[in-house]
């Protein structure tokens, strides 16, 4: 269980990403808003309490696997594993400019520490059961190892992910984790207007997967969750994060316009009071 200090500590290291993915946006003067902002306690927990990693060894080959399907909403990915340790916080402001290794989508030849590149949507869970099912095949070397993938809820209109999960539950592969970000939002709308995904954790479960649905924004009831996944051994498991998109700043949440926009220089500095005053009172709440 988590501590109350750790509680404090993970909000601010979050709301801290979300601050570094404003800057980072509004400096490239293009990217995704809304998805990274939603998914900063999710990277948090993981990057800061559940993987087994080290920014010191990044290729240690012990670490746990992490997938990012939903390759646009790279700016957390960045921004966390750079208040990881992974690279400065200063190379965070060359998001998506020429030469820069941070471009719009994750690309492994420029940042050999991300175990995939990514961006056509709907292609990150086979890959990530592609790397359980070897990792089987290999004998596993002994290391207790889970590979986690992140998924976008709009992905899962691409037949190409019903395709892995039928695989995974064929498969048996109780150490893969999918983790998806049910914002409700995609570019063009909201996903139930779009393509109903709704029920979408009995649709998972009818493919005989472990189904959690938990409160993305919740470190306790997070912690639990991927406690439990872990716990899970004869088939895989699905945690259905319900995220807020534009998650810190109130301008922003649920607004899917803001799925692929950045903010202007005037957006970014009232997100960034917002954010800074948030972070203010966590501090003096847990005083």
């Given amino acids: 269980m988590l501590t109350d200090t750790k ?17 980072m946006l509004v400096e490239a003067g293009s990217g995704h808003t809304a ?10 927990i993981l990057f800061f309490d ?6 010191q060894i990044p290729d240690w080959p ?26 400065p916080l200063e190379e965070l402001q060359t998001l998506r400019k020429f030469g820069s290794r941070l471009q719009g989508h994750p690309h492994r030849e420029f940042m050999p520490w991300l175990e995939t590149s990514s961006g056509p949507l709907g292609a990150g869970l086979s890959q990530a059961v592609g790397m359980a099912i070897a990792d089987r095949m290999d004998g596993g070397n002994g290391v207790d190892r889970f590979v986690y993938c992140l998924m976008s809820d709009g992905e899962l209109d691409e037949g190409n992910s019903w395709e892995a999960i039928m695989l995974a539950a064929k498969e ?17 709308g909201y996903t139930e207007d779009i ?8 649709k998972w479960r009818a493919f005989n997967w472990h189904v959690i649905e938990v409160d993305g924004h919740d470190f306790r009831a997070l912690s ?4 439990q996944a872990k716990a899970i051994f004869e088939k ?20 899917f316009h803001w799925h692929g926009k950045p903010p202007s220089l005037d957006e970014a500095k009232m997100a960034l009071h917002e954010l800074r005053t948030l972070g203010g009172k966590i501090q003096s709440e847990h005083q």
């Fill in 7 to 23: 509680i404090k500590n993970l909000e601010t290291v979050a709301n801290n990403i979300r601050e570094s993915i404003i800057e």
């Fill in 35 to 44: 998805g990274p902002l939603g998914m900063a306690d999710i990277f948090t």
């Fill in 50 to 55: 559940v993987l087994k990693h080290d920014p």
């Fill in 62 to 87: 012990e670490r746990d696997r992490l997938v990012l399907s939903n390759g646009h909403i790279c700016p957390v990915y960045y921004a966390t594993m750079a208040h990881a340790g992974y690279f």
């Fill in 172 to 188: 048996k592969i109780h150490n893969l984790i999918a983790i998806v970000d049910r914002n409700n939002i995609q570019i063009d």
């Fill in 195 to 202: 393509m109903p995904l709704d029920d979408l954790a009995e």
């Fill in 224 to 227: 639990q969750a991927f406690n």
């Fill in 236 to 255: 895989p498991t699905v945690i259905i994060a319900h995220t807020i998109p534009g998650k810190g700043v109130k301008e922003f949440e649920r607004d």
